[in-house]
């Protein structure tokens, strides 16, 4: 443990009666700075003392009416004024002591600085002795020093993204009975951790615990994280120390699900998954087998409805809305099956009213038409406004005033080629909507590094000001036989029009014309200085990490998340940060098609079947002479930041319950 100390300004300190009525101007502690060292969990501790300055200039020692920490994070203090560090956590924190003073309580602070020094549990497959081999001189060579190849340098992520899995070149800097030093670091924490090639399907990578991510991730809460990977050869005398990259952890967390397609080719099949944004956990919603297929789905803003296209609801293609916060697999239909099918559903925020997209004629017509939609029903509203000509890719903006749409071709399964533009207009009323107007065309863009005159898929961003769309040589990624694959890239638009702005570093370095289908999450994040971000996914066929352990060479499609300042596109300047790759994913199918909205879940009084169905987690029967009628409960125990919450009072005192989420507190 490494202890710090200030001195009082005026030498020693006299001792004096405490709390003796004494007319205290100012409160000292002592130490005024502290810096402790936690190693492998230790619980180190600082004591302090507080010191009053009386109106003649004397300083008195005393003792303080209550002690209290500004964050509860990395450590606890009693009411002696001893503090102690969990052993979880590193940062900074002021220790406050208030006592009585001249007219007004009065308090004093001191600052604590917590450092963790950990080392993550060693895989089975890693040899104890896998440490000693460290215990060499170091040098950095860049022909033998290891590149990382995953995360990307500079990758911005939430403070609660599940672990990242380090990946890095295994040729030609690497052989059988070579050892790996994995060490992540930030201003508060150092991890360490281990891995060796036995020469048996090495992967050239290193997943960490959740407790170990957790460790460094509350320790680096809105600041820079450097990972690097050192190496020790076989029989080598050296350790080449490795090139970090670094990422930057945000103050806050994601939260909600993402709902994407994913494509399998062996058996072929199609399927919608539910991804936790946060924990990475999937889990399918239809349970499609081999050879059937859904997709194209569209999501409520709440989270609780899902319509997709589905070949096996019908003798033809057919549209369902079924509910997401059902535990089943399929889960139970709400609206449909609509025959013929919808492509794309737009719903609003309260979800009375949908605009819709549906082929003209058949789908081989490839043109397709938007429809106002009753949100009851499902069935179609006689409406407004509504584009008479070729249109697709319908969105609702979250404040409920604006909707856009991709005009000029359509959207159904190959999507289009013909040039388009990006249309917003605002809503007039349930059935109304006002004059539209063209915010990009997509030929404006035709001499760009991804050609093509082709806007598509527009999203809006959390607060309605601006979209982010695709620009391409096609609105799908799907390669026809003998044709070239698509390009596109991604760009984000004031709804007044303007210049667009490409989001280069947002689509990582190899994913500059490969980059497809963007959303925004519907949460928000807040840095300390008070800078907000939003979250924009979309998918891309770049490789994520090496061959053995990611995508590297096989071209499939994953998704991506990066984040967007929205100050510097009011700017005019890129707003985006390179993008990480969403946890869960299977790297052995195709995952495309996100969308992002909170957890649906149900609220109390709703039928159940299981606790996870309930916006409270509790599932019970109401009547004990009715144990089969199930309903969701107010829960028993108060519900913990990040968990799902209907109202304040499902939640822990004090926290917030937004977007379904206890403690989240949305920054706009």
Not at 217 to 246: H, I, K
Not at 439 to 458: I, K, M, Q, W, Y
Not at 496 to 513: H, S, Y
């Amino acid at each position: 443990m490494a202890l710090a100390l200030a001195a009082c300004t005026t030498g020693e300190a006299p001792l004096g009666e405490p709390d003796g009525g004494l007319q205290t101007a100012s409160l000292v502690l002592e130490p005024a700075e502290v810096e402790l060292t936690s190693v492998e969990g230790a619980m180190p501790t600082a004591s302090f003392r507080a010191y009053a300055r009386t109106l003649d200039g004397e300083m008195v020692e005393v003792t303080p009416e209550s002690w209290r920490l500004t964050h509860d994070r990395i450590g606890a203090v009693d009411t002696s004024g001893t503090f102690t560090a969990n052993g979880r956590a590193g940062g900074m924190v002021e220790v406050v002591a208030r006592a009585p003073g001249a007219i007004a309580a009065i308090e004093g602070r001191a600052t604590i600085r917590v450092h963790i020094e950990r080392e993550a549990p060693l895989d089975p497959s890693v040899p104890p002795s896998v440490r000693d081999r460290f215990d060499l001189p170091e040098v950095e060579d860049p022909f033998e020093s290891v590149l990382l190849e995953y995360p990307l340098d500079g990758a911005r992520m939430p403070n609660n993204v599940a672990p990242p899995v380090v990946q890095w070149d295994p040729l030609p800097r690497g052989g059988a009975d070579d050892a790996y030093r994995i060490v992540l670091s930030s201003p508060y924490a150092t991890v360490r951790a281990y891995a060796y090639d036995s020469g048996r399907g090495f992967t050239s990578s290193w997943a960490s615990d959740r407790e170990t991510w957790r460790i460094l991730a509350d320790s680096a809460r809105g600041e820079e994280l450097a990972l690097r990977v050192d190496r020790v050869a076989s029989g080598g005398t050296t350790v080449f120390r490795g090139q970090p990259v670094r990422v930057w952890l945000s103050e806050d967390g994601l939260y909600g699900t993402v709902y994407y397609w994913q494509v399998r080719p062996d058996p072929q099949s199609s399927d919608v998954f539910r991804l936790d944004a946060a924990t990475g956990a999937r889990a399918s919603v239809f349970g499609t087998e081999s050879g059937a297929c859904v997709g194209c789905h569209s999501l409520s803003h709440d989270g609780r409805r899902l319509a997709s296209t589905l070949d096996s609801r019908a003798a033809t293609w057919a549209t369902t809305i079924v509910d997401t916060a059902s535990s089943s697999a399929p889960p139970p239909d709400l609206l449909g099956p609509f025959e013929p099918s919808y492509h794309f559903l737009a719903f609003r925020p309260d979800g009375a009213r949908i605009l819709a997209s549906r082929a003209e004629g058949t789908e081989a017509s490839g043109v397709s038409r938007l429809v106002m939609l009753d949100g009851a029903t499902g069935l179609p509203a006689a409406a407004s406004g509504i584009p008479e000509g070729e249109a697709g890719y319908p969105a609702w903006s979250p404040d409920a005033e604006w909707v856009a749409w991709m005009q000029g071709g359509g959207d159904g399964p190959r999507g289009t080629r013909a040039p388009t533009s990006i249309v917003v207009a605002p809503v007039e009323g349930d059935d109304a909507l006002g004059a539209p107007r063209a915010v990009h065309e997509g030929a404006s863009l035709s001499e760009s590094f991804e050609g093509g005159s082709t806007d598509s898929r527009p999203t809006w961003s959390p607060d309605s000001r601006f979209l982010a769309f695709a620009h391409g040589t096609s609105s799908v990624s799907a390669t026809e036989f003998g044709s070239e694959p698509p390009r596109a890239a991604l760009y984000v638009v004031s709804r007044d029009g303007g210049d667009p702005i490409r989001l280069e570093r947002g689509m990582g370095v190899e994913g500059q014309i490969d980059a497809f289908w963007p959303v925004f999450s519907p949460f928000v994040t807040e840095e300390a200085d008070g800078t907000r971000l939003y979250w924009l996914a979309f998918y891309s066929r770049q490789d994520y990490g090496n061959a053995y352990a990611g995508t590297r060479g096989t071209g499939r499609r994953q998704l991506w998340v990066t984040a967007i300042d929205p100050t510097l596109v009011e700017r005019g300047e890129d707003p985006s940060s390179p993008p990480y790759w969403l946890p869960g994913q299977d790297t052995r199918a195709d995952d495309i098609a996100a969308l992002w909205a909170p957890t649906g879940c149900r609220g109390q009084g709703e039928s159940c079947s299981t606790s996870s169905e309930c916006c409270s987690g509790e599932c019970a029967a109401a009547d004990p002479s009715m144990p089969d009628v199930l309903t969701c409960r107010p829960p028993s125990v108060c519900r913990r930041g990040g968990e799902s919450c209907e109202t304040a009072a499902d939640c822990c005192s004090g926290l917030e319950c937004n977007l379904g989420v206890c403690g989240y507190v949305p920054p706009i």
